[in-house]
Nanobody, 127 residues
Framework: QVQLVESGGGSVQSGGSLRLSCVRS????????MGWFRQAPGKQREGVAA????????FYTDSVKGRFTLSQDKGKNTLYLQMNSLKPEDTAKYYC????????????????????WGQGTQVTVSS
């Protein structure tokens, strides 16, 4: 059974940094896509960053480019999201996800193609 467990969230002031971790278990760390999504109250879940775990290629939504860095440690089955220069608008619950669904309209920021999700970790940025 696949499990994703996030950690590293917290409360910081604007301009601060946090590093989120996502430990994956129950499945081999094979070539696939994993992503970080976030959801703020009253808003839709949005893709923040994604990685092709085989090639290491990373993708970022425009609002976090240059501030967030996604990386992986295959030996530890762990995905990281380094978040720098945090802004109040980054406040949300952050989720790690593993793709399990294919489709014609696949996109790495489409949550409907990710069948496995962690429980989420809260990030709060104050001004």
């Amino acid at each position: 059974q696949v499990q994703l467990v996030e950690s590293g969230g917290g409360s910081v002031q604007s301009g601060g940094s946090l590093r989120l971790s996502c430990v994956r278990s129950g499945t081999a760390y094979s070539n696939n896509y994993m992503g970080w999504f976030r959801q703020a109250p009253g808003k839709q879940r949005e893709g923040v960053a994604a990685i092709n775990t085989g090639t290491g290629s990373t993708f970022y939504t425009d609002s976090v480019k240059g501030r967030f860095t996604l990386s992986q440690d295959k030996g530890k089955n762990t995905l990281y999201l380094q978040m720098n220069s945090l802004k109040p608008e980054d406040t949300a619950k952050y989720y790690c996800a593993l793709r399990s669904i294919s489709g014609t309209f696949w996109h790495y920021f489409s949550p409907e193609y990710y069948g496995y999700w962690g429980q989420g970790t809260q990030v709060t940025v104050s001004s």
